[in-house]
């Protein structure tokens, strides 16, 4: 076999077998090396050994060994003298599993075949021994993984129902693997995730977190969803998603929410460089729905979704542990994702505040991003009508212009200076007037009209200068917090 091992992988390999034990290359790049793939960083490569945690120790003694499951992390020189880890792991076989997630107590194994047998999908189940120049010698493959491989299936090592109850993470990975790699889960595998799906109320929601990302983030998201659905671990997810199972729309929509949603996330994935906020928005974009729908005898509406969806959406991701940069920018994508512009009729001071409110030009790019994934979901004539593209012309005209307190021609310093008045949250609120007043007339972001200004405005109260700040935004939030009181389920 063609498969070139990388020197400093060869090199611990090597190390182990001269101190007379047996050392194999194991894991996700043993498969992916038996698909074709291109190797994996080096950091990635996992082998496993009959040498005990402290013999490796000994051969080793840069490495450490911090954990219970019989994994050391070997430390090795890489070029420009950088540390390179490498983590080689004893055979072992496991005991039970109480919690669903960990073995209660590791047992060191005796041959690679008992360790090959405790790891959870056959495609997994391979061993590679290599020789001292780094090419493979023997494929170890007792669970027929290769076969697998090439017939594109995910089948657990033995029975289903018992690798899922041994830990129930493999249940959300199975999907996983199935949509990173284009594979189908086998139909026994696939009933037994079905039957053990509550298992994943085991699981940190930090765990379920990453999986879930990465399904997302692949080509095949919308499908990675689907099959989150059939399996029955949608529901221990987001169930808020499958709220929109057969709630119907009016036209232009032709699909019930999921659907749409989960088609907008297929054309968000389908964008060049969607990034992880635009493919979480645009699944989440109308989880509102349901919650605000009304039917009339003309037509069905859901006003406000987009505040609901908005406080859902952040609900959803805090539960899920995600960063509060990820959920903020969802959170403002969602909130904002309804918003009007007829060309002629909207100014170039909406579309500032409307940059502003997002946080910034990029997240207006992402906000543009999630219109049209949902446009192309509904579907509609049009992906990007004038209108839109009008859009983008005016935050282009627009976006040299100050939206934000440090890019006017003045600072907290100067203002205190210029007032005589000491630090507090007196100098931001003069400053966020003034802030209101430049995105109106960007011309005027002068110094000498802006300190005349701020003399002018520090003969308000602080209540006045709120309102100054606030005057245009009031309308907007008054009208959501009108929904968030009428529709919003704690």
């Known amino acids: 076999m063609k498969i070139k091992i990388p020197e400093k992988i060869t090199e611990v390999v090597n190390a182990l077998k001269q101190a007379n034990f047996e050392a194999y290359l194991v894991g996700g790049v043993v498969r992916d090396l038996l698909r074709g793939m291109p190797p994996e960083p080096l950091d990635n490569w996992d082998l496993t050994t009959n040498a005990t945690p402290e013999q490796i120790q000994k051969i080793f003694p840069e490495s450490f060994y911090e954990n219970k499951f019989g994994t050391v992390t070997v430390v090795v020189k890489n070029k420009n003298d950088k540390n390179l880890l490498i983590e080689a792991t004893t055979y072992r076989i496991e005991g039970k599993y109480s919690d669903k997630r960990r073995p209660d107590e590791v047992k060191f194994a005796k041959t690679i075949f008992e360790d090959l047998s405790r790891r959870d999908f056959t495609i997994n189940a391979i061993a590679l021994d290599i020789d001292n120049q780094g090419k493979v010698k023997k494929i170890i ?36 693997f199935a949509v990173v790699l284009n594979f189908k889960i086998e139909k026994k ?172 030009l990029s997240r207006m790019k992402d906000l543009v991003a999630v219109r049209i994934a949902d446009r192309k979901a509904t579907p509609v004539p049009k992906e990007k009508p004038y209108k ?66 701020a003399i002018e405005l520090h003969q308000l109260s602080d209540e006045q200068l709120k309102q100054r700040r606030y005057r245009i935004d009031r309308e907007i939030y008054e009208r959501d917090q009108h929904f968030k009181e009428k529709h919003w389920i704690k």
């Not at 110094?447 to 005349?452: A, D, G």
């Open 141 to 176: 493959d007792p669970h027929n993984g290769q076969v697998d491989i090439k017939n594109k299936i995910i089948r657990t090592v033995g029975e289903p129902i018992e690798r899922f109850n041994e830990d129930a993470l493999r249940l959300l990975r199975a999907v996983r």
């Open 388 to 453: 839109l593209r009008h859009f983008e012309y005016m935050i282009e005209k627009v976006s040299a212009d100050p939206i934000h307190v440090t890019q006017l021609d003045i600072n907290g310093n100067e203002i205190m200076d210029l007032l005589k008045i000491q630090p507090g949250p007196r100098v931001g609120l003069i400053l966020n007037a003034l802030l209101a007043e430049i995105l109106d007339n960007p011309q005027n972001n002068k110094k000498e009209i802006l300190k005349r200004r």
């Open 189 to 360: 595998t696939f009933e037994a995730i079905k039957k053990a799906a509550f298992n994943l109320t085991k699981i940190s929601a930090e765990r379920i977190r990453d999986d879930f990302i990465k399904i997302i983030m692949s080509p095949r998201a919308a499908e990675g969803i689907f099959l989150l659905e059939d399996t029955g671990l949608l529901e221990y997810i987001i169930p808020e998603l499958r709220e929109g199972i057969n709630c119907i729309q009016s036209p232009p929509h032709r699909y019930d929410v999921f659907k749409h949603s989960v088609l907008a996330l297929k054309k968000a994935s389908e964008m060049e460089n969607a990034t992880l906020v635009v493919r979480l928005a645009a699944l989440l974009h109308d989880i509102g729905k349901p919650r605000t729908k009304k039917v009339t005898p003309e037509r069905i509406t859901f006003y406000g979704h987009q505040v609901i969806g908005a406080e859902m959406a952040r609900d959803i991701l805090r539960r899920l542990k995600f960063s509060n940069e990820v959920i903020e920018g969802v959170y403002k994508i969602i909130i904002n994702h309804m918003f009007f512009y007829d060309v002629g009729k909207v100014t170039e001071s909406a579309v500032r505040r409307l940059i502003m409110k997002m946080g910034g």
